[in-house]
């Protein structure tokens, strides 16, 4: 919407001098456009614009049927010369955020154009507004010469009759119409679990057969485990984040665009094109990964901005299509996202009781301060997060050392252990048995990737066979053979990478874990996992006393998690 543009009645009547003075202007302009028969010469814009998301008739307001009525509308017109076409393809009508529209105006303004030639006033705008102020206000005091030929509109032969504002009107309440009616069919296929955007998301591609269905992404997919999996081991997401551009992994965005497809990534920069916390941030909130459809998070109307609505106003279809994870592992990544604490300022990592431990008066959560002692040791300790903002008046300090925690804390899960189970001993089983698992799962994607880089080889030799025997274009060759061997090289990238993953596995063998725990800052991860897993929260009382609310009832409910 122009700024500042005023509300559009059309009762022009009103306002005779303000008339008089744009007559004035309009006729000393056109004076200086006359040729030596003192006939006036205008330099016309032919100005198109189609949207089917106005509802506009695709035979009837076709680019090539307006360019028709307009040029044959020229060749009876002696006065009006042709300067140039504006074409505005695929942009509604309801506002003037057009690239054509605006590359109008800048000729009008620098005196190249005189004259604006439409096919009908809907064309133009939607708008009655701003089309009101445009054709009452802007191109009178231009002095341009407004047509629009099917109703039979023409500013220098006539003022604008009292039907143009209501012309205007009807304009606009078409295209509200056609949009709620859009909005409807598309909130219904929604609601049926039919996907509807342009673009699948990370790890699927759209059914070839059926595009409102998403299948998986077989190169995709298995990346999207490794991120999901990388998380519930103790990675957090900025790591994850600089592992997978070390790895040399293409990022959602360069991965679409390798695959041929015309994607735009609004936020990213130029000096931004991989891997960053926030696509890793978005990957592990998207619960689509679990076969559920989840559209609708984002509305727009008419002269608005597309907003994003609340979660509970979100559609969401469960098991539409094949999840890439368990809802399990959803469920736990979720849980580990909601607990997560925010990072310690400097160059220190988050504690391993971040998200859990909590003031035993306030019952607001504690917050972890370190400090360097003369001898370059790094010491912490926790404190009501209430006490540091506001002070001693809403909370007192409930001071507790980091260390003299995790003692207290190890301390008590041996004891409801009954001495059955050792604590580093858990650590270390966890996390052989998931090393085992993610070997076996790496050798089963190595195993599906030969065979799909086998497969597109054999079609790429296929495309050039059916070339040879005249089956294919030329065009056609070219068009299969740069998709397949674009494809090949993404699998041959994603195979090295496998390979290198199995010689790790091959020299570290089932000892990996256990050479793992013995890295301090892995050890901490893996702690910080457990702790997650068996406590709900822990709260700390002034005499530095803990009262830990555990995630079980009994000890016989961990034996599982503990063998």
């Keep these: 919407m122009i700024e500042?543009?005023?509300a559009y009645l059309g009762n022009i009547s009103k306002e005779p001098d303000?008339?008089?003075?744009?007559?004035a202007f309009r006729q000393e302009h056109l004076d200086s456009h006359r040729n030596s028969n003192g006939i006036p010469e205008y330099s016309a814009a032919l100005y198109i614009r189609l949207s089917r998301e106005d509802g506009d008739k695709e035979e009837s307001d076709s680019v090539v049927n307006q360019k028709k009525i307009l040029t044959g509308y020229l060749k009876d017109q002696p006065d009006i010369s042709f300067y140039d076409l504006y074409v505005d393809d695929g942009y509604t009508g309801t506002n003037f955020e057009r690239p054509g529209f605006k590359r109008m105006l800048e000729d009008i303004q620098?005196?190249?154009?005189?004259?604006?030639?439409v096919k009908d006033l809907s064309r133009f705008g939607r708008d009655y507004i701003d089309s009101g102020y445009y054709l009452e206000r802007v191109f009178p005091k231009q002095g341009v010469r407004f047509v629009s030929v099917s109703d039979g509109i023409d500013s220098l032969r006539q003022s604008y009759d009292m039907l143009l504002p209501i012309k205007n009107i009807f304009n606009e309440q078409y295209a509200r119409d056609i949009s709620r009616k859009i909005r409807a069919t598309m909130r219904a296929k929604q609601r049926a679990g039919e996907f509807i955007g342009a673009f699948a998301c990370y790890g699927y591609r759209k059914d070839p057969r059926n595009r409102n269905h998403l299948l998986i992404d077989e190169y995709a997919a298995p990346i999207v485990r490794k991120i999901f999996a990388l998380f519930l081991n103790g990675k957090s997401k900025q790591e994850i984040a600089e592992l997978l551009n070390k790895e040399g992994i293409l990022c959602p965005s360069e991965y679409k665009r390798q695959c041929g497809q015309n994607y735009r990534n609004g936020i990213k920069t130029e000096s931004s094109s991989g891997w960053t916390y926030a696509t890793v941030?978005?990957?592990l909130k998207n619960e689509v990964y679990t076969g559920a459809m989840v559209q609708g998070k984002k509305v727009q109307n008419m002269r608005s901005r597309q907003r994003t609505i609340n979660r509970k106003d979100w559609i969401i279809v469960p098991d539409m299509h094949e999840a890439v994870i368990s809802k399990e592992t959803w469920e736990r990544t979720q849980k580990l996202l909601q607990q997560n604490g925010r990072t310690a300022a400097g160059k220190y990592e988050k504690g391993i009781f971040s998200g859990l431990i909590f003031c035993g008066k306030c019952k607001n959560t504690m917050v972890q301060n370190r400090w360097k002692r003369s001898d370059g040791s790094v010491v912490s300790c926790y404190y009501c997060g209430t006490y540091k903002r506001k002070g001693k008046n809403f909370c007192s300090p409930h001071a507790l050392p980091t260390e003299l925690?995790?003692?207290?804390?190890?301390?008590?899960l041996q004891k409801i252990l009954l001495s059955k189970y050792d604590l580093n001993s858990m650590y270390q089983k966890v996390q052989a048995q998931r090393s085992k698992e993610e070997k076996n799962k790496m050798l089963q994607e190595l195993v599906k990737n030969n065979n799909l880089l086998l497969k597109v080889r054999n079609l790429k030799k296929q495309s050039y066979e059916d070339y040879r025997e005249g089956i294919l274009t030329r065009e056609e060759f070219l068009f299969y053979s740069e998709d397949y061997s674009r494809k090949e090289q993404l699998y041959l990238k994603?195979?090295?990478e496998?390979?290198?993953?199995?010689?790790?596995?091959?020299?570290a063998g089932e000892s990996a874990g256990d050479k793992e725990f013995q890295d301090p800052k892995r050890k901490k991860y893996i702690c910080k996992q457990i702790f997650m897993e068996l406590i709900d929260r822990i709260e700390v009382r002034e005499d530095q006393r803990l009262e830990i609310h555990y995630r079980f009832s009994k000890p016989d409910?961990?034996?599982?998690?503990?063998?």
């Design 4 to 6: 500042n543009s005023p």
């Design 18 to 23: 303000i008339l008089r003075r744009e007559g």
């Design 110 to 117: 620098t005196g190249l154009v005189n004259c604006v030639v």
């Design 281 to 283: 941030h978005c990957m």
């Design 405 to 412: 925690l995790e003692s207290l804390v190890k301390e008590d």
């Design 494 to 496: 994603r195979a090295e």
């Design 498 to 507: 496998l390979k290198n993953m199995e010689n790790y596995y091959k020299k």
């Design 557 to 563: 409910n961990i034996k599982k998690f503990a063998e």
